[in-house]
């Protein structure tokens, strides 16, 4: 049988993939697009709890992540929120502003998938659905895909497949192989916006608090000086069974880096301690109560047992000392993750294709002319917050339009 000829081939049919493919069909581009799963755009189907954080209208590049954090610029720069959103708009999808700039479908997810189908038939893109890539060889012409629904040979190939998190709904790391194929480098794909684990004897104490939220301060690394690794988050923490989870610590998790501790503020408006000093004359209350004016009760009384205070002492006998001791223990809680919960639970993959390997304006490979790379399969990583949606939009028109 002879192999279809097609100018692009884009190999993943998710947020990117769809994008670049209906960027180039339209520029009048052959396209085929090419994906191993049955059902299409599962990370944008569960997005957001079913509604898909598509955006985020404060997207720049100091909210990603990356060995060169210059890469992102020109992407970003070139196709933004408002673009996209302009996008979301000419097809009537109602939407709204749920967090800091986040925005969510009204109604479904399914929006924006029938949306992106809708944008790769305005540009004629044909459709490999469910089809494994089983080889790939560079070829005089460009391209040779043996796929186990027949052979495509394509001038250009764009590689969409994505990062390893959430391996359930059919991540893989098919990117990855292609850019060793090629002899690209990698920079060590791991989890990033993921819940964090705790060594079981260390988190024992804090095990009844499962299931308490609240809004916190969450830091960890250096915040100092031009080269500074770290972060600081204010979102909303969730204690779980093993350990941490919530948006403060999906953001945090992606900045963590293994055997370093966390700080957390779990009272950021107030001084802990100066407030139970100064109060010490008029809060007759015992340290328990007190706390609970503060915090939910629940987290009070098992913060004071995890950190040896008696429930029952009274503020106004405790010693300023040992109020300073509970201030630091609240406002500065610092403790250190074993792991975290690994691709399973993972928003995304931090690392990937190294960015070094690619141009910023057309995300082609610099060493192989007609290879591109896009979306999470890159070294670029977003914030919690629709801000890794903003980037597979805008490397994906980047790549679309450069083919």
């Known amino acids: 049988m002879m192999a279809k000829q097609f100018d692009v081939a ?34 944008i189907r569960i997005s957001g709890g079913g509604r898909c954080n598509f955006t985020n209208i404060n997207a720049g590049p100091a909210n990603f992540l990356s060995e060169n954090p210059h890469f992102a610029k020109s ?34 997810a399914e929006q924006i998938i029938e949306m992106l189908k809708a944008e790769c038939a305005a540009g004629d893109v044909h459709w490999r659905m469910p089809a494994k890539v089983e080889t790939f060889e560079k070829t005089d ?23 390893l998190s959430i391996p359930k709904i059919g991540a893989t790391d098919f990117g990855y192989r292609i850019a060793k194929q090629f002899d690209l480098a990698i920079v ?26 609240l809004e916190v301060d969450v830091t960890t690394g250096s915040l100092k000086g031009r080269k500074a690794t770290g972060a600081r988050f204010r979102e909303d923490l969730l204690f779980t069974h093993r350990g941490l989870s919530g948006p403060a610590i999906l953001q945090i998790s992606s900045f963590w880096q293994p055997g370093e501790p966390i700080t957390i503020n779990l009272l950021p408006e107030m001084d802990v301690a100066e407030t139970l000093i100064e109060g010490k004359g ?19 009384e098992g913060l004071l047992t995890a950190h040896g ?95």
Request: net charge neutral; with cysteine; proline share 4%.
């Open 188 to 213: 060590e794909p791991r989890p990033a916006l993921v819940p964090l684990t705790f060594d079981e004897a260390q988190w024992q104490p804090f095990v009844p608090l499962a299931g308490i939220s």
């Open 282 to 300: 008029t809060i007759k209350k015992q340290l328990g109560n007190a706390l609970a004016q503060w915090l939910p009760a629940r987290l009070a």
């Open 309 to 403: 205070f008696a429930l029952d002492a009274r503020l106004a006998d405790m010693p300023d000392a040992q109020l300073r001791k509970l201030g630091q223990a609240l406002n500065g809680w610092t403790i250190t993750p074993n792991g975290s919960e690994g691709y399973r639970k993972a928003e995304v993959t931090r690392g990937g294709v190294d960015t070094k390997e690619l141009s910023q304006q057309t995300m082609m490979a610099n060493k192989v002319p007609g290879l591109y790379f896009i979306g999470e399969t890159v070294d670029v990583t977003g914030w919690l917050g629709g801000y890794n949606f903003q980037w597979a939009w805008a490397s994906g028109m980047a790549a679309g339009l450069a083919i």
């Open 141 to 163: 012409a460009g391209f040779l895909l043996h796929t186990d629904s027949g052979d495509i040979e394509a001038a250009n190939v764009v590689i969409a497949t994505g990062g």
């Open 75 to 108: 992407a970003l720069s070139r196709y933004t929120p408002q673009d996209f959103l302009a996008l979301v708009k000419k097809y009537r999808i109602a939407y709204h502003e749920k967090h800091r700039g986040q925005l969510f479908c009204d109604d479904s």
């Open 10 to 43: 884009v190999i993943g049919a998710g947020a990117a993939g769809m994008m670049c493919a209906a960027a180039a069909g339209q520029r009048g581009k052959r396209v085929v697009l090419i994906d191993h799963a049955s059902k299409l755009a599962e990370k």
